[in-house]
C-alpha cells in the first residue's frame, strides 16, 4: 500500500498537475463560443455551396429549354449552341462503362470475399490484390486517361495508327463514279488501297447502290462521243445567255450602274428568253431557276453580275444535260474515290477517340468504386445464410449465386449507381483521350457506330466554360444544370434502391 | 432376447416433384471451376490496370530521358534525371536558351493551389465534423450527411466553372478608393464639381487566372470529403469515452477536443491525406481558372508565394500537352509522361501513409 503510494508520489513529484482548476464561468464560455465557432463555419460552409448552386442557376436558367437539350453543339453562336451530342455521348460512355465496369467489379469483390485461400501463398496473393484496389482508388483520374490513352486509343501502337487502323471489322470498301449527270454508281473493291485506283472501264459492273443489289444500266462512254451533244447544249444555251444578258443590261439606268431587276421584270426577262427554245427539259422549271438567279442580281453592279450570269448559265446547261439522258453515262477511265461503308457493329483497332475507347477508360476510374461498395454488400451478407445453403448441399458457387448475391444486390446496386454518377461527370480522362467538339450525334447517327468520335456533359461544359466567348458561360451554366439535373437523380434512384431493398435482409 | 426390435422398414420417400435436375459431379465440378477462373481473371484484370499504368508511365519516361533535344551550342544531349529534379526552370515547349525541364515549377504550382485548398477545407471540414458528431441532433445529422456526400459527388468541371466566374470575379472586386494624382504635378486631381477624384484599386492585384481562385475552388470542393470521413472517424470513438470525460466534469468542448478528436486522431489524418491526394490530382478546376504558366522559380523564388499570379499544376501541364497541339513522340511530350509518374508518385505516397497511419494509430476499441 505505501509502495504505491510513494510511487505515484514519485511520478507526479515536482510536476504541476496538467488540468489546473479554471474558473466554471471561463469553463463555460469557452464552451459556447467554441458551439458558435462550430456552426459558424458549418454555415459559413453551406452558404458557399448554397452561393455556387445559386450563381449557377442565375446564369444558366435563361438559356434552358427543349431547344438547348435537342440541338448540336455550335462553335459560333452561344444561343444556338445546344447539349444533345454531348447528352447522347454520355449516355453511351455510360452504358459501355457499366457493361464492363459491373461485371469485372462484382467478380473481383466475390473473388475478394469468398474465395478466401488458404495457402500462405495464395494468402499473400489475395492480400496484394486487395492492397491494389485501395491504391487503385487513391490514382487521380487523369492518370487513368493516359492509360485509356495508350491501351485503347492507340493500344500501344501494336496496331497501326488510330487514323490507319491496322484491323478492322464491319467495314466494306466500294469505288465510287460519278457518270456525266453528277449520279453515284458503286462497286465492289478490296479492302487495300491499291497503288492507282481503277478508271472506269465497259467490262465493269456498276451498281446503284453500296447494297450491291441492283445492277444500275450504265454506259460507258468514250470522251469523244458525248462531245456533239454537249455543243449542241452548249449552242441553245448560247442564245438565252445572250438574250438575257441583253436585256438584264437594257434596265440599268446609267451604262455602268447597276441593273434593275424586281420579281416581274425578272418574270419577263424570263419568259422573253425562253419563248422560243427547242430545249428538251422542262421550260418551267428552268424558268424557275433563272428568275430566282435574276431577282438574286437585282441592284448589283456589272461585274458582279458577270459571275452570277455564269453560274446561271452552268445550271441551265447541267439541267439540260440531265433532261437530254445522259444519265448513266460514265465517261472512260474517270477515276473513283474509294468510300466506305461501317455497319453498325464496326470496330477497329485500335479504337482510337471512340465512344468505345472512353466509355472503357471511364471503367478503369471506377472500377475500384465498384468493387469496394460490391465487397462491403457482400460482406453484410450474414455467414449463416451461406452455411444454410452449403448444409444443404449446394456448392460454393450455388451458394454465392442463389443466397449471397440475390442479398447483396441492393448494395452492389447502390455502389453502382453511386459510381456511374462518378463516370458521368469525370471530364479529365476522357479529355486526354482527345475528345471534344462533335458537330453530329455519336452513334445515334445514319451510319453510326462505337468508333464515332464523341463529346460528353462535363467536357462540353468545361469546352464552353473555356471559350473567350463570354456569351458561353451561360450555355455552360446550362450545361450544368443538365448535368446536376441527372445526377441528382442518380442520386435519388440510389437512395430509394437503399432505403427500399436494405431492411428486407 | 428373441423379442428383439426389428427394424421398421420406412418406405422410400416419394417424392411427388421432382427438385432440381440432377448433374453429375464431373460437370458440377467443372463448372465450379470454369466460374472460379473466371473470377480470377477479375482479379488478374486489377492487377494488370496496376502494372499496365506502372509499364506506360515508365516506358514513357525512360523515352523522354533517352530523348536526344539539342542544347544552346546545338549539340545532341538528353535531359538528365539531375536536370529534371535539380532545375528550377520549367518550359519543355519553349526553344533554346530558354528551354529547362526541372520539374519543381510544377511540383510548387502543385502545392500552391493544394495549400490554399487545404487552408480552407482542413479546418472548416474539422469543425463541422466535430459540430456535427458532438453537438448536432440526429435529426439534423441525419439532413447534412446525405447532402454531404451528394456535393462530394458534384463534378469538378462544376467547381473548375464556379472558380472562373464566380471566385475570380469576387477577387477582383477593386474594394479601395484612393484620390488619384496627377503623375506630373503630384497634386490630387479634382473632378468638375470640385471634390477629389477616386480611383478604385485592389491591393492584392489578382489576375485573371490565379492559384488563389483554384485552391479555393479545390477546397470547396475537397470540404464534403474532408467533413464526411472525420465524422465518421469521430463517430467511432466510442460512447464510453465521452461518458468518462463528462463523469469527471468536463465541459463538451473539453470532451471533443482533449478525448474525442485524440482518440480518433489517425482516422482524422487519413482523411486529410486522402483530402490532398484528391487536391494533389485535380485536374479540371486547375484547368480551368488556375492559368498555363508554373511559377517561375528560375527568376525569382518569391514566385512560389505569388498566390495572385497565374500558375500550372502537374494536372495542367498533362492537359496542355495532351489537348493542344504538341507533336506526339517529341520530347515535350514524352514530358508529360514524365510529369504524370511524378504526380503518380506523389498520390501513391500519400495513399500509403494514410494506410499505414490508420494501420499503425488505429485505436481499438472493444
Given at each position: 500500500?505505501?509502495?504505491?503510494?510513494?510511487?505515484?508520489?514519485?511520478?507526479?513529484?515536482?510536476?504541476?498537475?496538467?488540468?489546473?482548476?479554471?474558473?466554471?464561468?471561463?469553463?463555460?464560455?469557452?464552451?459556447?463560443?467554441?458551439?458558435?465557432?462550430?456552426?459558424?463555419?458549418?454555415?459559413f460552409a453551406v452558404l458557399m455551396l448554397a452561393t455556387l448552386l445559386t450563381s449557377i442557376a442565375a446564369d444558366g436558367?435563361?438559356?434552358?429549354?427543349?431547344?438547348?437539350?435537342?440541338?448540336?453543339?455550335?462553335?459560333?453562336?452561344?444561343?444556338?449552341?445546344?447539349?444533345?451530342?454531348?447528352?447522347?455521348?454520355?449516355?453511351?460512355?455510360?452504358?459501355?462503362?457499366?457493361?464492363?465496369?459491373?461485371?469485372?467489379?462484382?467478380?473481383?469483390?466475390?473473388?475478394?470475399?469468398?474465395?478466401?485461400?488458404?495457402?500462405?501463398?495464395?494468402?499473400?496473393?489475395?492480400?496484394?490484390?486487395?492492397?491494389?484496389?485501395?491504391?487503385?482508388?487513391?490514382?487521380?483520374?487523369?492518370?487513368?486517361?493516359?492509360?485509356?490513352?495508350?491501351?485503347?486509343?492507340?493500344?500501344?501502337?501494336?496496331?497501326?495508327?488510330?487514323?490507319?487502323?491496322?484491323?478492322?471489322?464491319?467495314?466494306?470498301?466500294?469505288?465510287?463514279?460519278?457518270?456525266?449527270?453528277?449520279?453515284?454508281?458503286?462497286?465492289?473493291?478490296?479492302?487495300?488501297?491499291?497503288?492507282?485506283?481503277?478508271?472506269?472501264?465497259a467490262d465493269m459492273t456498276y451498281y446503284t447502290s453500296v447494297q450491291l443489289d441492283e445492277i444500275a444500266d450504265v454506259?460507258?462512254?468514250?470522251?469523244?462521243?458525248?462531245?456533239?451533244?454537249?455543243?449542241?447544249?452548249?449552242?441553245?444555251?448560247?442564245?438565252?445567255?445572250?438574250?438575257?444578258?441583253?436585256?438584264?443590261?437594257?434596265?440599268?439606268?446609267?451604262?455602268?450602274?447597276?441593273?434593275?431587276?424586281?420579281?416581274?421584270?425578272?418574270?419577263?426577262?424570263?419568259?422573253?428568253?425562253?419563248?422560243?427554245?427547242?430545249?428538251?427539259?422542262?421550260?418551267?422549271?428552268?424558268?424557275?431557276?433563272?428568275?430566282?438567279?435574276?431577282?438574286?442580281?437585282?441592284?448589283?453592279?456589272?461585274?458582279?453580275?458577270?459571275?452570277?450570269?455564269?453560274?446561271?448559265?452552268?445550271?441551265?446547261?447541267?439541267?439540260?444535260?440531265?433532261?437530254?439522258?445522259?444519265?448513266?453515262?460514265?465517261?472512260?477511265?474517270?477515276?473513283?474515290?474509294?468510300?466506305?461503308?461501317?455497319?453498325?457493329?464496326?470496330?477497329?483497332?485500335?479504337?482510337?477517340?471512340?465512344?468505345?475507347?472512353?466509355?472503357?477508360?471511364?471503367?478503369?476510374?471506377?472500377?475500384?468504386?465498384?468493387?469496394?461498395?460490391?465487397?462491403?454488400?457482400?460482406?453484410?451478407?450474414?455467414?449463416?445464410?451461406?452455411?444454410?445453403?452449403?448444409?444443404?448441399?449446394?456448392t460454393k458457387w450455388q451458394a454465392i449465386q442463389q443466397v449471397v448475391l440475390p442479398a447483396a444486390v441492393p448494395g452492389?446496386?447502390?455502389?453502382?449507381?453511386?459510381?456511374?454518377?462518378?463516370?458521368?461527370?469525370?471530364?479529365?480522362?476522357?479529355?486526354?483521350?482527345?475528345?471534344?467538339?462533335?458537330?453530329?450525334?455519336?452513334?445515334?447517327?445514319?451510319?453510326?457506330?462505337?468508333?464515332?468520335?464523341?463529346?460528353?456533359?462535363?467536357?462540353?461544359?468545361?469546352?464552353?466554360?473555356?471559350?473567350?466567348?463570354?456569351?458561353?458561360?451561360?450555355?455552360?451554366?446550362?450545361?450544368?444544370?443538365?448535368?446536376?439535373?441527372?445526377?441528382?437523380?442518380?442520386?435519388?434512384?440510389?437512395?430509394?434502391?437503399?432505403?427500399?431493398?436494405?431492411?428486407?435482409? | 432376447?428373441?423379442?428383439?426390435?426389428?427394424?421398421?422398414?420406412?418406405?422410400?420417400?416419394?417424392?411427388?416433384?421432382?427438385?432440381?435436375?440432377?448433374?453429375?459431379?464431373?460437370?458440377?465440378?467443372?463448372?465450379?471451376?470454369?466460374?472460379?477462373?473466371?473470377?480470377?481473371?477479375?482479379?488478374?484484370?486489377?492487377?494488370?490496370?496496376?502494372?499496365?499504368?506502372?509499364?506506360?508511365?515508365?516506358?514513357?519516361?525512360?523515352?523522354?530521358?533517352?530523348?536526344?533535344?539539342?542544347?544552346?551550342?546545338?549539340?545532341?544531349?538528353?535531359?538528365?534525371?539531375?536536370?529534371?529534379?535539380?532545375?528550377?526552370?520549367?518550359?519543355?515547349?519553349?526553344?533554346?536558351?530558354?528551354?529547362?525541364?526541372?520539374?519543381?515549377?510544377?511540383?510548387?504550382?502543385?502545392?500552391?493551389?493544394?495549400?490554399?485548398?487545404?487552408?480552407?477545407?482542413?479546418?472548416?471540414?474539422?469543425?463541422?465534423?466535430?459540430?456535427?458528431?458532438?453537438?448536432?441532433?440526429?435529426?439534423?445529422?441525419?439532413?447534412?450527411?446525405?447532402?454531404?456526400?451528394?456535393?462530394?459527388?458534384?463534378?469538378?468541371?462544376?467547381?473548375?466553372?464556379?472558380?472562373?466566374?464566380?471566385?475570380?470575379?469576387?477577387?477582383?472586386?477593386?474594394?479601395?478608393?484612393?484620390?488619384?494624382?496627377?503623375?506630373?504635378?503630384?497634386?490630387?486631381?479634382?473632378?468638375?464639381?470640385?471634390?477629389?477624384?477616386?480611383?478604385?484599386?485592389?491591393?492584392?492585384?489578382?489576375?485573371?487566372?490565379?492559384?488563389?481562385?483554384?485552391?479555393?475552388?479545390?477546397?470547396?470542393?475537397?470540404?464534403?470529403?474532408?467533413?464526411?470521413?472525420?465524422?465518421?472517424?469521430?463517430?467511432?470513438?466510442?460512447?464510453?469515452?465521452?461518458?468518462?470525460?463528462?463523469?469527471?466534469?468536463?465541459?463538451?468542448?473539453?470532451?471533443?477536443?482533449?478525448?474525442?478528436?485524440?482518440?480518433?486522431?489517425?482516422?482524422?489524418?487519413?482523411?486529410?491525406?486522402?483530402?490532398?491526394?484528391?487536391?494533389?490530382?485535380?485536374?479540371?478546376?486547375?484547368?480551368?481558372?488556375?492559368?498555363?504558366?508554373?511559377?517561375?522559380?528560375?527568376?525569382?523564388?518569391?514566385?512560389?508565394?505569388?498566390?495572385?499570379?497565374?500558375?500550372?499544376?502537374?494536372?495542367?501541364?498533362?492537359?496542355?500537352?495532351?489537348?493542344?497541339?504538341?507533336?506526339?513522340?517529341?520530347?515535350?511530350?514524352?514530358?508529360?509522361?514524365?510529369?504524370?509518374?511524378?504526380?503518380?508518385?506523389?498520390?501513391?505516397?500519400?495513399?500509403?501513409?494514410?494506410?499505414?497511419?490508420?494501420?499503425?494509430?488505429?485505436?481499438?476499441?472493444?
Open positions: 500500500m505505501s509502495t504505491l503510494q510513494s510511487s505515484i508520489q514519485d511520478t507526479h513529484a515536482g510536476r504541476k498537475p496538467t488540468y489546473a482548476p479554471r474558473d466554471p464561468q471561463t469553463r463555460r464560455k469557452k464552451d459556447r463560443a467554441f458551439l458558435v465557432l462550430c456552426v459558424a463555419t458549418a454555415c436558367v435563361g438559356r434552358l429549354g427543349w431547344d438547348f437539350l435537342t440541338s448540336l453543339n455550335s462553335l459560333r453562336d452561344p444561343h444556338e449552341a445546344g447539349i444533345w451530342p454531348a447528352l447522347v455521348g454520355s449516355v453511351f460512355l455510360l452504358v459501355i462503362c457499366a457493361a464492363t465496369a459491373i461485371p469485372i467489379g462484382v467478380g473481383t469483390a466475390i473473388l475478394l470475399e469468398e474465395y478466401r485461400p488458404k495457402h500462405p501463398t495464395l494468402r499473400w496473393l489475395h492480400g496484394f490484390v486487395q492492397t491494389n484496389i485501395s491504391n487503385l482508388a487513391g490514382v487521380p483520374s487523369i492518370v487513368y486517361g493516359i492509360l485509356g490513352f495508350s491501351a485503347f486509343a492507340t493500344m500501344f501502337g501494336l496496331f497501326g495508327s488510330m487514323t490507319d487502323p491496322g484491323l478492322t471489322v464491319g467495314q466494306t470498301w466500294f469505288y465510287q463514279y460519278r457518270d456525266v449527270a453528277g449520279n453515284t454508281y458503286y462497286t465492289a473493291a478490296p479492302a487495300e488501297a491499291p497503288e492507282e485506283l481503277p478508271g472506269a472501264s454506259a460507258v462512254l468514250a470522251a469523244a462521243d458525248l462531245a456533239p451533244l454537249q455543243e449542241r447544249i452548249e449552242a441553245d444555251v448560247d442564245v438565252i445567255a445572250e438574250t438575257l444578258k441583253d436585256m438584264l443590261y437594257a434596265t440599268r439606268e446609267t451604262r455602268r450602274g447597276p441593273v434593275v431587276v424586281p420579281g416581274s421584270v425578272a418574270l419577263e426577262i424570263g419568259q422573253a428568253a425562253f419563248a422560243d427554245t427547242n430545249l428538251k427539259a422542262d421550260t418551267q422549271e428552268l424558268l424557275q431557276i433563272t428568275v430566282g438567279r435574276l431577282q438574286a442580281m437585282d441592284g448589283k453592279t456589272a461585274r458582279e453580275i458577270r459571275t452570277d450570269r455564269r453560274a446561271l448559265v452552268d445550271e441551265l446547261e447541267a439541267a439540260e444535260m440531265k433532261a437530254a439522258g445522259v444519265d448513266g453515262q460514265i465517261i472512260a477511265g474517270s477515276t473513283p474515290q474509294r468510300r466506305d461503308v461501317r455497319e453498325p457493329w464496326y470496330v477497329q483497332f485500335p479504337f482510337g477517340t471512340s465512344v468505345l475507347a472512353g466509355g472503357l477508360t471511364l471503367m478503369l476510374v471506377i472500377l475500384p468504386i465498384i468493387i469496394v461498395a460490391s465487397q462491403e454488400a457482400t460482406r453484410s451478407v450474414p455467414q449463416s445464410m451461406r452455411h444454410g445453403s452449403l448444409a444443404l448441399g449446394g452492389i446496386c447502390t455502389g453502382s449507381i453511386l459510381a456511374m454518377s462518378r463516370a458521368i461527370g469525370e471530364a479529365a480522362p476522357i479529355l486526354l483521350l482527345g475528345a471534344g467538339f462533335v458537330s453530329f450525334t455519336p452513334v445515334l447517327r445514319e451510319g453510326g457506330n462505337l468508333m464515332d468520335g464523341f463529346s460528353a456533359m462535363p467536357l462540353q461544359i468545361y469546352n464552353w466554360t473555356k471559350d473567350p466567348d463570354a456569351a458561353f458561360k451561360q450555355t455552360a451554366a446550362a450545361g450544368i444544370i443538365v448535368l446536376l439535373t441527372v445526377l441528382l437523380s442518380f442520386n435519388a434512384i440510389a437512395v430509394f434502391i437503399r432505403q427500399k431493398y436494405t431492411q428486407k435482409i | 432376447m428373441s423379442a428383439a426390435i426389428q427394424p421398421v422398414p420406412v418406405p422410400p420417400a416419394k417424392s411427388t416433384r421432382k427438385l432440381g435436375r440432377e448433374r453429375s459431379v464431373g460437370v458440377r465440378n467443372f463448372r465450379e471451376r470454369v466460374i472460379l477462373g473466371l473470377l480470377i481473371a477479375c482479379g488478374v484484370f486489377t492487377v494488370l490496370t496496376t502494372v499496365s499504368i506502372l509499364g506506360v508511365l515508365i516506358v514513357n519516361t525512360w523515352e523522354f530521358f533517352g530523348h536526344p533535344i539539342r542544347d544552346i551550342q546545338n549539340n545532341e544531349v538528353t535531359v538528365t534525371l539531375g536536370d529534371f529534379l535539380g532545375s528550377l526552370h520549367w518550359a519543355p515547349t519553349a526553344e533554346g536558351a530558354v528551354r529547362g525541364f526541372g520539374i519543381w515549377p510544377l511540383i510548387v504550382g502543385t502545392a500552391q493551389v493544394t495549400v490554399v485548398a487545404m487552408a480552407f477545407a482542413l479546418p472548416l471540414g474539422l469543425m463541422t465534423a466535430i459540430w456535427l458528431s458532438e453537438y448536432a441532433s440526429p435529426k439534423v445529422r441525419n439532413v447534412v450527411k446525405p447532402v454531404l456526400e451528394v456535393i462530394a459527388g458534384v463534378p469538378t468541371v462544376v467547381f473548375g466553372y464556379f472558380a472562373l466566374t464566380f471566385l475570380t470575379p469576387l477577387l477582383r472586386i477593386d474594394f479601395l478608393q484612393t484620390a488619384a494624382t496627377d503623375p506630373a504635378t503630384g497634386e490630387a486631381l479634382l473632378g468638375p464639381d470640385g471634390s477629389p477624384v477616386m480611383v478604385p484599386w485592389n491591393p492584392f492585384d489578382f489576375g485573371v487566372y490565379n492559384a488563389t481562385a483554384a485552391g479555393l475552388a479545390v477546397g470547396i470542393m475537397c470540404f464534403p470529403i474532408v467533413t464526411s470521413l472525420s465524422e465518421d472517424a469521430l463517430r467511432a470513438v466510442p460512447r464510453a469515452l465521452r461518458e468518462g470525460a463528462y463523469g469527471l466534469g468536463s465541459s463538451r468542448f473539453e470532451t471533443a477536443t482533449k478525448v474525442v478528436v485524440p482518440s480518433a486522431l489517425s482516422g482524422i489524418i487519413a482523411a486529410f491525406l486522402l483530402a490532398i491526394a484528391r487536391a494533389v490530382g485535380e485536374t479540371m478546376i486547375v484547368a480551368l481558372a488556375a492559368g498555363a504558366s508554373p511559377p517561375a522559380l528560375h527568376r525569382s523564388l518569391g514566385d512560389a508565394v505569388a498566390l495572385n499570379q497565374d500558375t500550372q499544376t502537374m494536372t495542367g501541364y498533362m492537359v496542355q500537352v495532351f489537348t493542344g497541339d504538341i507533336p506526339h513522340g517529341g520530347v515535350e511530350y514524352l514530358s508529360s509522361y514524365t510529369v504524370a509518374f511524378t504526380l503518380f508518385i506523389i498520390t501513391l505516397l500519400l495513399t500509403l501513409v494514410g494506410a499505414a497511419i490508420r494501420k499503425r494509430f488505429r485505436q481499438v476499441y472493444e
